[in-house]
């Protein structure tokens, strides 16, 4: 079950939740620097990150999965978000350069086919990054955060599961080393617990990320994949008869 779209933007707009963005924005920057004349897509919950990294992209959108709700974004301005099923992105082959998942992957249905969409959609070289509740951390432990939702992934389990997908796992990084409590004595110290964490305990983070390159010499194989959703009208007009597709 996803995340709902509510309570990941009061996640967000909390102490913990504005703490925790600042220490994943941290992470997320020694990987990556900037993206200039890019496109870069989020998929899951990324507002917060999508906000730093957009300056300087070619465009940058926001897919927010069915299940979780989408809002507007950015605010001001024309809306860059999507509501959309993660299976069955509504983009052409090789159509974006970066893609960054945050609270997405441990809520997919069948992550291998998560996967397997954003390697269609990633351009030749094209790159993808995930941040994902670490299953050793105490962050995964716990439900009062969005990252105690979901399923928690170990580092091995998130390199064999990109193998698996034809992506090369590459750089990784850590974040969320100091207790998902909302006492200002903690969140003060934040930096220094982050810094302390990531050279004397980095396996037990609040979550991993990790960036992988799509793989081009080992091709998927070809398949036709039926749609697995049934669309089905909420409104017609009065007195036009509603059919139900493929069900003949």
């Known amino acids: 079950m996803y995340a709902d779209i509510v309570d990941l933007r009061e996640f967000y707009l909390s102490p913990v939740g504005r703490t925790a963005e600042q220490s994943i924005t941290m992470a997320l920057s020694a990987i990556w620097q900037g993206v200039p004349d890019e496109r870069l897509m989020g998929l899951g919950y990324a507002l ?12 940058t ?46 809520f997919a249905e069948s992550p291998r086919e998560t996967l397997k969409e954003l390697w269609r959609v990633l351009a030749p070289g094209g790159r993808l990054v995930i ?25 091995s389990q998130l390199i064999a599961l990109l193998r698996e997908t034809n992506f090369t796992p590459g750089a990784m990084s850590e974040a969320l080393f100091f207790p998902p409590a909302a006492r200002r004595s903690l969140l003060g110290m934040w930096q220094g617990m982050e ?10 983070s609040g979550v991993v990320i990790i960036e992988a390159h799509k793989r ?33």
């Not at 039926?226 to 003949?248: E, K, Y």
């Open 195 to 204: 810094t302390i964490g990531r050279k004397l305990w980095p396996a037990f």
């Open 61 to 106: 959108f926001a897919f927010m999965p069915a299940g979780q709700g989408a809002v507007n974004w950015p605010v001001p301005g024309l809306s860059a978000a999507a509501l959309v099923f993660d299976e069955e992105l509504p983009l052409p082959d090789a159509a974006i350069d970066r893609v960054l998942m945050v609270h997405s992957l441990e």
């Open 216 to 248: 081009l010499y080992q091709g998927l194989p070809v398949a036709v994949r039926a749609s697995r959703r049934v669309f089905v009208p909420v409104l017609a007009p009065q007195g036009v008869p509603t059919t139900r597709v493929g069900m003949d």
């Open 131 to 155: 941040v994902v509740p670490n299953r050793r951390g105490l962050w995964a432990r716990l439900d009062n955060t969005p990252f105690g939702t979901g399923r928690p992934y170990s580092r």
């Open 48 to 59: 917060p990150y999508l906000d730093r990294f957009k300056a300087g992209t070619e465009r």
